[in-house]
Structures are given as structure tokens and as C-alpha cells.
């Protein structure tokens, strides 16, 4: 089992990732001893240890970054925070950008078991190689906690324990070369590293924010769409239900007009007659006949 390569921390590949590790090889983009860095760089990773209780080692293998005067005026730097936040009382103390290599043996700790490295570069003239930095996830053994071969612990000769993941992996993670000895431990069958990955990705704070806002948009954007379709339902109901009783008004309405102009309701006009009565007397008025 190798440590987990990180190639190329940089704003447009794993910028502002989170992961939980056991160990891990930090490198910059890209990391090659013909190309330089890249400029306009502003990208910042969070690391915590796995298991609760451990610290994480954080060793420089290699630094190449534009400074003014020895490393004490940095055009482009590589900062370490014992956070997630980078806060100036967080920062931890290092060598910030200038020349270092392996011969160097800079190392130091944080002692929270979190790391966030943050990587920045200026558009001025790159020339510089980049960084690769070792993060080593340990822990200091007592009487009562001694390393626990069980739980997949590895002594360190130097009295550190650190994950039995690490061995082997090419990268010196005890700082004293025992877990890559070239002894029985690393050529024989007796110890095969365990098939479970020393690095899990972890959602940073950031990340998480986005998640949670995304999830919420979508459900505004759902609930908008039903009460859409909610008042459009009530709408067309209404319209049906108006449209029902107006052509039941109208019914009555031609029913009862039948009904009042039907032969049978036309009042019967009444023909007006005279009548003459002739009382013992067969004299009529010139203007009357005799009936």
C-alpha cells in the first residue's frame, strides 16, 4: 500500500478538497524537474488525521519557490495552518517558499491532527520547480497505549506508531527508515499491507455550505413547481365549475321563457260584443240593426 498521491494542487484540479488520511504525498502542478509551477495560483487543502488521537508530521521533500532574499520575502508561498482556518495564530511555523531538498530534513508538527496547506502564486516570472511535502499521520506510544500491531500500528524505531498502511511505500514516514527497510519486513510474506486505503475524501467546510444551499434550492424548486401545478388544478375547477352553473342559469332561464309563452299561459283575448236589449219595445236606434 503506497501513501495517496495528491498530484497537483492547483485552483482547477483538487482545490479546496478535504480528506482524511493516514498519509499522503503532497505535490504541486505539476511537479516535474522540467516544468515550473504555475502562476495565479490561490489554492488551499484540508488534511485530518483518521484516527483521533494522532498528530500529523508534516516533512518537506523538496521546495522550489520564488523568494526575495533567502526565503524571508516570499513572492509565492506555501503556508501551513493547524485548522481548517487559516488564521495568523493557526499558521504553523515553516519554511515558507526558497530552496529546500530532502538533505534539508525539515520537518515539524501539527499537533491538532489537522493540516491545511495553502499554496499561492503570484503572475510574476515563475521559474521555480514547485514542492512535494510528505503528511505522516503518528502518534507518541505510552505504557498503557503502546502501538497496537492488532489495529493495524506499526512500531517506528524511533518509538512513533503509525499506520501499517505506510509500509513499504517508498517514502520514509517514520524519519528513522524503518518502515521501508529492506529487511525481512518489506521483502518477506509475513506482513502484506492491508488492502484499505490510507486517504478518504472528506467534504470541506465550504463544500459542505454549497451541499446544504443546493439541497435547499432544489427543494424550493420543487415546491414551486407544485404550487404551480397546485393553483393551476384549483384554477381549472373554478373555471369548470363557473362554466356549469352560468349554462344551468341559462337553462332555466330558456325554460321558463318556454313555459310563460306557451298557447296555454296566452291569455285568452275576449271578443267584445254589444248586446241590445230590447225591453217590450221593437224600436232600435238608427244605429243598430236588429239581431
Not at 55 to 73: K, S, Y
Not at 244 to 265: A, D, E, H
Request: hydrophobic share 30%; charged share 20%; glycine share 6%.
Amino acid at each position: 500500500m503506497t501513501s495517496a498521491n495528491i498530484d497537483g494542487i492547483k485552483r482547477s484540479n483538487v482545490c479546496g478538497e478535504g480528506y482524511r488520511i493516514e498519509g499522503v504525498l503532497l505535490k504541486s502542478y505539476p511537479y516535474s524537474t522540467s516544468e515550473t509551477y504555475l502562476p495565479y495560483e490561490d489554492c488551499l487543502m484540508s488534511f485530518q488525521a483518521r484516527r483521533s488521537n494522532n498528530q500529523i508530521r508534516i516533512r518537506i521533500l523538496t521546495l522550489d519557490l520564488n523568494d526575495i532574499h533567502a526565503g524571508t520575502d516570499c513572492l509565492d508561498s506555501l503556508r501551513f495552518y493547524k485548522s481548517v482556518h487559516m488564521k495568523d495564530s493557526d499558521k504553523l511555523d515553516s519554511v515558507e517558499c526558497g530552496q529546500l531538498n530532502e538533505t534539508n530534513n525539515f520537518s515539524f508538527i501539527s499537533p491538532t491532527g489537522i493540516v491545511t496547506a495553502h499554496f499561492t502564486s503570484d503572475g510574476g516570472n515563475v521559474n521555480g520547480l514547485g514542492f512535494r511535502v510528505v503528511l505522516t499521520s503518528f502518534r507518541s506510544p505510552n505504557k498503557t497505549h503502546p502501538c497496537d500491531l492488532n489495529d493495524e500500528e506499526f512500531p517506528c524505531e524511533n518509538g512513533d506508531c503509525i499506520s501499517s498502511l505506510l509500509l513499504c511505500d517508498g517514502i520514509d514516514h517514520c524519519l528513522d527508515g524503518s518502515d521501508e527497510s529492506t529487511n525481512l519486513l518489506c521483502n518477506s510474506n509475513n506482513m502484506k499491507p492491508s488492502k484499505q486505503t490510507n486517504i478518504e475524501s472528506k467534504p470541506s467546510s465550504g463544500e459542505t455550505t454549497y451541499q446544504q444551499w443546493r439541497g435547499i434550492l432544489i427543494l424550493i424548486f420543487f415546491f414551486i413547481i407544485f404550487l404551480v401545478f397546485a393553483l393551476f388544478i384549483i384554477y381549472f375547477l373554478c373555471r369548470r365549475c363557473y362554466y356549469l352553473s352560468k349554462s344551468s342559469i341559462n337553462n332555466v332561464q330558456r325554460r321558463y321563457s318556454t313555459m310563460v309563452n306557451t298557447p296555454l299561459n296566452v291569455r285568452k283575448q275576449s271578443t267584445t260584443t254589444t248586446r241590445v236589449i230590447i225591453q217590450n219595445s221593437t224600436r232600435l236606434d238608427a244605429d243598430y240593426n236588429l239581431l
